[in-house]
Nanobody, 117 residues
Framework: QVQLVESGGGLVQPGGSLRLSCAASGSIYNIYSMGWYRQAPGKQRDLVAVITSGGSTNYADSVKGRFTISRDNGENTVYLQMHFLKPEDTAVYYC???????????WGQGTQVTVSS
């Protein structure tokens, strides 16, 4: 089993910045990629950014140039640095870890990000 614990959400004004953290613990040796998804009220959960164990990254078009995903393998933590936040970035952000051996997606409990003046 893998446990993912997010932190760093909150309320920020448009144009502001936040950094989300996701600490992984448990049976993480088979986790290939970790990423962030978000879900706004009444909408589906969508990919924001993902990073593989090798450091390759992929971003949703809506966040390219504003968000940066990174991981600290020594600390088993993945980060999402968010700049130039917009009201449409408001959502619950979920950390995800994918184990291709077990073919299992692990999820954190989610952290709320609200962008509002």
């Amino acid at each position: 089993q893998v446990q993912l614990v997010e932190s760093g959400g909150g309320l920020v004004q448009p144009g502001g910045s936040l950094r989300l953290s996701c600490a992984a613990s448990g049976s993480i040796y088979n986790i290939y990629s970790m990423g962030w998804y978000r879900q706004a009220p009444g909408k589906q959960r969508d990919l924001v950014a993902v990073i593989t164990s090798g450091g390759s990254t992929n971003y949703a078009d809506s966040v390219k140039g504003r968000f940066t995903i990174s991981r600290d393998n020594g600390e088993n933590t993945v980060y999402l640095q968010m700049h130039f936040l917009k009201p449409e970035d408001t959502a619950v952000y979920y950390c995800n870890g994918f184990d291709p051996v077990a073919r299992v997606d692990y999820w954190g409990q989610g952290t709320q990000v609200t962008v509002s003046s």
